[in-house]
């Protein structure tokens, strides 16, 4: 009966941990995507500014340069804005997974103490 009860912790335990993992990932995935804007951003205006803007290019006489260079920098902020929710929502996450993969061991250890004792014939003298 006890075993019982010890297998079904050690299930829900694997479960919390397996389900913590995927979240984890999940937000590493999110990381990873935020980064990557951030790249392509910072290396689609370097590459503006690094060619050669003339005073008749259209862009520039249009105005379009200058509110696009604006657009970029408020894209910015608002990658790195979500970006630093989401290292805040990982940093709690991998706590969670710390905390659960401790609790799964412990479970498994908990159930391997119970087996053997169980499986140690008793001698009475």
């Known amino acids: ?14 479960l919390r941990f397996q ?3 995927a979240r984890l990932a999940q ?5 990873r995507d935020l980064r990557k804007n951030l790249q392509d951003l910072v290396q689609q205006r ?3 500014v690094a060619s ?3 005073a008749d290019d259209p862009a520039t006489i249009a105005g379009a ?3 696009w260079h604006a657009w970029v920098d408020q894209r910015r902020k608002a ?17 969670r997974v ?3 993969f401790g609790q799964d061991q412990a479970a498994q250890q908990l159930l391997k103490k119970v087996q053997l004792t169980q499986r140690r014939p008793r001698y009475e003298s």
Not at 1 to 14: G, H, N, P, T, Y
Not at 79 to 95: F, G, P, R, V, Y
């Open 79 to 95: 990658i790195n804005t979500e970006l630093a929710q989401i290292l805040a929502q990982k940093s709690d996450c991998l706590a």
């Open 46 to 48: 370097n590459a503006r």
């Open 98 to 100: 710390k905390r659960s």
């Open 19 to 21: 389900a913590d993992q």
């Open 65 to 67: 340069d200058v509110q």
């Open 1 to 14: 009966m006890q075993e019982d009860r010890i297998k079904a912790l050690v299930e829900i335990s694997a």
């Open 27 to 31: 937000l590493h995935a999110k990381e």
């Open 52 to 54: 050669v803007i003339k």
